[in-house]
Structure formats: C-alpha cells, structure tokens
C-alpha cells in the first residue's frame, strides 16, 4: 500500500486508563487512528494508528494502515497504481475480501484472508494493490517493517505463508510472523518481530507468555478489548513497553473481538521516513525520489498494469528530519 498523503502531518491522541489496571502491570499507552484518504479525498478512506508524532514504531513496525469493512459498490474499493518502496516490508494481511498484487519481481498473486504476503522492497521495488472485481466487503490491515542499517539495501523479495489457526483457551490464533502459543511462523525478517491475529471469545479472558525483551502493540479490530486493566475499543493501539513477560486481555463484549499483537525489540536506530520510502537521511529520500520520477531501474517496471504509474509527491521545503522514539517509560 502507499501512503498517499501530501501533507503528513501526525499526531498522538487517546488516554491512559488507570481504572482496573493492576499496581504491578506495564502502563498501556492508548494510540488513536487518524482518517486519511488512500489515493484522495473521494477514495477510500483508512485509519493509521503508525506512525504517530510520540511514537515512530513498534519493534521494527513502522506503519499501520486499517481499514474497512468496506462496501465496495459504494467506495470503489482499493486501487493503489504502480508505487516504489525502499528500506522496508510490506505485510498486508486481509480479514476479508481479495487484492490482486502485482510486482516488479514478476510476482502476479491475490491476497486473501488469513494469507501473509510479505514484500521486501531493500534498495528499490514497485507494486500495484487493486481489489478483484469479485470483492464485495474489503477489510484488513497493511503494516511496514523498518529495515535495519545493514538490510537496507537488500534485494527485493516476497514470500507468501497461510500460517494454521491455533487454538487456545478462550480464543484463536494465527501466527503469521514470530512466535506465539507453541506455533513458529517460517516466515524470514530482518529484525526479531512478533505478528498475530487473536479472535477472542465473548466475554473470554486470554492471558499469552511474551518474549519481555519485545515491546508490543495490540491492534483491536472489532470489539472491547480489555489489556492489562486499559480498555481499547475498535481502531485502537494499545502500546506496551518491554518488561511484560504475559500479557492478559478480557473482550469486554457478548460477540467475538479481533485484534492483531505486533511485537519486536526496540529499534535502536533513528530512521527518516516520507511517503513510500525509508532512509536514514534526507539525501537517502531524494535521491530515492528523483529516481523513481525518473523511472530508473533501481525500482523495475510492472509490465501488466492496465495503467499508470503513481507520480511521487513534491518533497517538503525543508530538510526531512530523522524520526525515532521517545523513552520507553
């Protein structure tokens, strides 16, 4: 997915919620979703929760797009043209609908539900999202990964993995990056990282073993979702500092609740991140920016898009500056 924000200014909302919240546990910091258009303002909309003025990333999570469930007859689904990527990975990861991915790898695939493709865009690749004709409700989340310093340049690649849902008390679970509840994904990264989808049952309570070296963020989909005593409610972030070794969450509600749990160490390094591109300096994205404009092989060419390339935005009349976290507290 791209970002296609002209004007990405951010900021941090929500609260933190003391009620409930036992003396011992880790403070959950609450982070609420701004509305952007994907492609302008008559395009579909979705709410990104990463990053945020207070907070850049998760682990190695430096971006979180959510979105839907959408009525595609009325929104006229996703249609995100042919975009570059540098120094990250993409993972998109659908609850319901289909896009069709094309790539300059020469990857032609769908993404469907419950399916991980994970793309590496390294020094420079392109793809196009565009939601099948057969698409009626689209709904899911579209999540980047930081590359460290030394991956950053890497060849592009995509891997695709059906991770099996597991069963645990009180829930389910899909493990589509990392480890969790006994399962493993075999899914390469760069970085240690967690990636779960968690459908608790109503009124039911889960408590997981975390790694406590890895800071967390519980991304709820659907329902209210009780963590560590903070209540997070639809298209909240609940963000929890390294320390914790289990984390325990109760859906407040009488339906099923969906939340995805992203988790990784924290990462060290200060990253400059604008529009579809990661570097570590200003000069990192202009250069990246100008190539692209100019339709270099650094990035490759999709021969089968029925359409045009998506032109990059004008850059800031400033010096982009590195972006990185505060302290965990």
């Known amino acids: 997915?791209?970002?296609?924000?002209?004007?990405?200014?951010?900021?941090?909302?929500?609260?933190?919620?003391?009620?409930?919240?036992?003396?011992?546990?880790?403070?959950?910091?609450?982070?609420?979703?701004?509305?952007?258009?994907?492609?302008?303002?008559?395009?579909?909309?979705?709410?990104?929760?990463?990053?945020?003025?207070?907070?850049?990333?998760?682990?190695?999570?430096?971006?979180?797009?959510?979105?839907?469930?959408?009525?595609?007859?009325a929104s006229g689904g996703m249609n995100v043209p042919p975009h570059p990527h540098t120094g990250l990975?993409?993972?998109?990861?659908?609850?319901?609908g289909e896009i069709e991915h094309r790539d300059t790898l020469?990857?032609?695939?769908?993404?469907?539900p419950g399916e991980l493709n994970l793309m590496t865009g390294g020094y420079g690749i392109a793809h196009s999202e565009v939601s099948t004709p057969d698409t009626t409700v689209l709904h899911g989340v579209q999540?980047?990964?930081?590359?460290?310093?030394?991956?950053?340049?890497?060849?592009?690649?995509?891997?695709?993995?059906?991770?099996?849902?597991?069963?645990?008390?009180?829930?389910?679970?899909?493990?589509?990056?990392?480890?969790?509840?006994?399962?493993t994904s075999p899914v390469r990264t760069f970085t240690p990282l967690l990636g779960a989808e968690i459908v608790i049952e109503p009124r039911a309570t889960l408590t997981l073993t975390v790694d406590p070296a890895f800071e967390h963020g519980l991304l709820v989909d659907s329902g209210d979702i009780r963590?560590?005593?903070t209540v997070l409610r639809p298209a909240e972030l609940g963000y929890v500092p390294p320390g914790a070794d289990t984390l325990t969450t109760v859906n407040e509600t009488d339906a099923p609740a969906r939340a995805l749990l992203l988790g990784g160490p924290p990462f060290g390094e200060e990253?400059?991140?604008?529009?579809?591109?990661?570097?570590?300096?200003?000069?990192?994205?202009?250069?990246?920016?100008?190539?692209w404009e100019a339709s270099?092989?650094?990035?490759?060419?999709?021969?089968?898009?029925?359409?045009?390339?998506?032109?990059?935005?004008?850059?800031?009349?400033?010096?982009?500056?590195?972006?990185?976290?505060?302290?965990?507290?």
Request: aromatic share 6%.
């Open 143 to 183: 999540l980047w990964v930081a590359l460290p310093e030394e991956h950053r340049d890497t060849a592009r690649d995509f891997q695709h993995h059906v991770p099996e849902r597991t069963r645990v008390e009180g829930a389910g679970l899909r493990v589509f990056l990392g480890s969790l509840a006994g399962r």
């Open 227 to 229: 963590l560590l005593g």
């Open 296 to 329: 270099s092989d650094r990035f490759g060419v999709i021969e089968d898009f029925p359409g045009g390339r998506l032109p990059a935005p004008a850059l800031p009349n400033a010096v982009i500056a590195p972006r990185r976290n505060p302290p965990s507290h």
């Open 106 to 112: 020469g990857t032609h695939t769908l993404v469907r």
């Open 1 to 73: 997915m791209s970002n296609v924000e002209t004007d990405a200014s951010a900021l941090r909302c929500g609260a933190l919620a003391e009620g409930g919240r036992p003396a011992d546990a880790p403070r959950v910091d609450v982070l609420s979703a701004r509305e952007v258009p994907l492609g302008g303002p008559r395009a579909m909309r979705v709410r990104r929760t990463l990053p945020q003025r207070a907070r850049t990333l998760i682990g190695a999570w430096c971006f979180a797009d959510h979105y839907g469930p959408h009525q595609v007859a």
């Open 271 to 291: 990253i400059v991140m604008w529009w579809n591109f990661i570097g570590r300096g200003h000069e990192d994205i202009v250069r990246a920016r100008a190539e």
């Open 89 to 96: 990975q993409t993972a998109s990861w659908l609850f319901s």
